[in-house]
Nanobody, 129 residues
Framework: QVQLVESGGGSVQAGGSLSLSCAAS????????VGWFRQTPGKEREGVAG????????FYADSVKGRFTISQDNAKNTLYLQMNSLKPEDTAMYYC??????????????????????WGQGTQVTVSS
């Protein structure tokens, strides 16, 4: 069974940086999508960054390209999200997610929440102007 636990959220001023971590258990093969999503009240959950395990291909939403970096440490079973040049519009609850790859998730670059069945509890990121 897959279990995901996020940590590392907090408050920062615009232009600052934060790093999120997701301790993952149960992701035992190279056939998974793992990723980071975010959500603000009243809005749909948005894909931020994803990794196709095995090959390690990474995907990013246009809104974070060049500012956020997703990475994984297979030895530690941990997923990371390094967030630089943060903006107030990055304020959200951030979630780690995982699921086995499917034809759809491959096409949708591990960035669509409907393709994921395992979620962490979320960690809040607040960016002030």
């Amino acid at each position: 069974q897959v279990q995901l636990v996020e940590s590392g959220g907090g408050s920062v001023q615009a232009g600052g940086s934060l790093s999120l971590s997701c301790a993952a258990s149960g992701v035992t093969s190279s056939s998974y999508c793992v990723g980071w999503f975010r959500q603000t009240p009243g809005k749909e959950r948005e894909g931020v960054a994803g990794i196709s395990t095995g090959g390690g291909t990474t995907f990013y939403a246009d809104s974070v390209k060049g500012r956020f970096t997703i990475s994984q440490d297979n030895a530690k079973n941990t997923l990371y999200l390094q967030m630089n040049s943060l903006k107030p519009e990055d304020t959200a609850m951030y979630y780690c997610a995982a699921d086995k790859k499917s034809a759809l998730s491959r096409i949708r670059r591990c960035l669509v929440s409907a393709d994921f069945g395992y979620w962490g509890q979320g960690t809040q990121v607040t960016v002030s102007s």
